[in-house]
């Protein structure tokens, strides 16, 4: 079945702690990104890769890093997680840019 | 990208047709328009999308006026679980964009009994 896969569905998590964001996808897509969902603001990109060693900022990149060393994975890594990125966070990806956007389930990260 | 503009909320009897629509005023030539859907917090998930042609698949039809600057997204028979929030989008991908889809506020689309 094709999907996007995100590891963890959940975390409540402390201020600091480091945590990576897993995403994968198994339908060979190029394109994949990083939204994050929060109320009265919509879904923001925080980063994009368009393929392999190859990501850019989106609107909202401070305070994440990513990387994308292989096609299928693309983890969203908050190397020391503040209150504010409390959000519930969306993989996505897509075969070429116009087309359709797969989205995964989603995490709902909450920093203490 | 060129910003749109949808009612906040829309009613629609289960088995009825959902007529959904979207304000593009500002569109231009090589900008698609994308209907997305969100059901509760699960992801969105994709329903169509198109650059000027009418598109129908097996969720939606896609309606485009002849000027382009607004659009409906027709839900033939809706159902119970059609019942999410409804996102219009323009989007043209391009150097400098990200290639981020604006989903603003979108349509909460409820379907009832």
């Known amino acids: ?112 | 990208d060129a910003k749109t503009t949808q009612p906040p909320s829309m009613d629609c009897a289960e088995g009825r047709a959902a007529n959904l629509p979207c304000n593009h005023s500002t569109i231009s030539g090589n900008e698609y328009v994308y209907w997305y859907r969100q059901i509760h917090s699960q992801g969105p998930q994709y329903i169509i999308h198109g650059l000027k042609n009418n598109e129908t698949n097996e969720m939606a039809s896609l309606i485009i006026t002849e000027d382009r600057k607004s659009s409906t997204l027709i839900l033939p028979h809706a159902t119970l679980r059609d019942t999410a929030v409804y996102y219009c989008i323009v989007r043209v991908a391009g150097a400098n964009s990200g290639y981020a889809l604006n989903f603003g506020k979108g349509t909460s689309l409820l379907v009832t009994p």
Request: proline share 5%; glycine share 8%; hydrophobic share 30%.
């Open chain 1, 1 to 112: 079945e094709a999907q996007v896969t995100q590891n963890p569905r959940y975390l409540i998590t402390v201020t600091g702690k480091k945590l990576t964001v897993t995403c994968s996808q198994n339908m060979n897509h190029e394109y994949m990104s990083w939204y994050r969902q929060d109320p009265g603001l919509g879904l923001r990109q925080i980063y994009y890769s368009m393929n392999v060693e190859v990501t850019d900022k989106g609107d909202v990149p401070e305070g994440y890093k990513v990387s994308r060393k292989e096609k299928r994975n693309f983890p969203l890594i908050l190397e020391s997680p503040s209150p504010n990125q409390t959000s519930l966070y969306f993989c996505a990806s897509s075969f070429r840019v116009l087309g359709e956007l797969f989205f995964g389930e989603g995490s709902r990260l909450t920093v203490l």
